[in-house]
């Protein structure tokens, strides 16, 4: 969200360099300095945006590492001992859930009701 909020102030900032140029400043000093600034800023932009894009990076790469050791059950949602967890296989195979002995009973008992 922060990322598309700043790409949205890139887009207003090009906007407003674009109607600088447009307004036929010249040789005006302040109409350079407004350009001036306004490339300042954009840069600074640039730049924040890339430093959010790593810090997103590594937090996608921390969570995928920390998500992969980690089995949640299906039914409380708490971490479950691969040890003592049952894993419920989709057709291919692929173990898809996790449960603990306890919540998979539960479950079992309600779908025999």
């Known amino acids: 969200m922060l990322i598309s909020i700043q790409y ?3 887009e207003t900032l090009v ?4 109607v600088c140029e447009y307004a036929d400043y010249g040789n005006q000093p302040q109409g350079k300095m407004e350009i ?4 300042l800023v954009l840069q600074n932009l640039k730049t924040k945006i890339s430093e959010l ?3 997103c990076e590594d937090l996608k790469k921390l969570h995928s ?10 039914h ?7 040890s ?3 894993g419920v296989k989709d057709s291919f195979g692929k173990e898809k859930s996790f449960f603990h002995n306890e919540c998979f ?6 779908t025999d009701t």
């Open 76 to 82: 409380c949602a708490s971490p479950v001992i691969k």
């Open 8 to 10: 949205n102030l890139i």
């Open 53 to 55: 894009r790593i810090q």
């Open 36 to 39: 001036g600034t306004t490339l």
């Open 15 to 18: 906007r407003m360099m674009t």
């Open 84 to 86: 003592q967890a049952i």
């Open 105 to 110: 009973r539960a479950l079992w008992r309600d």
């Open 65 to 74: 590492e920390t998500k992969s050791n980690t089995l949640l059950c299906s």
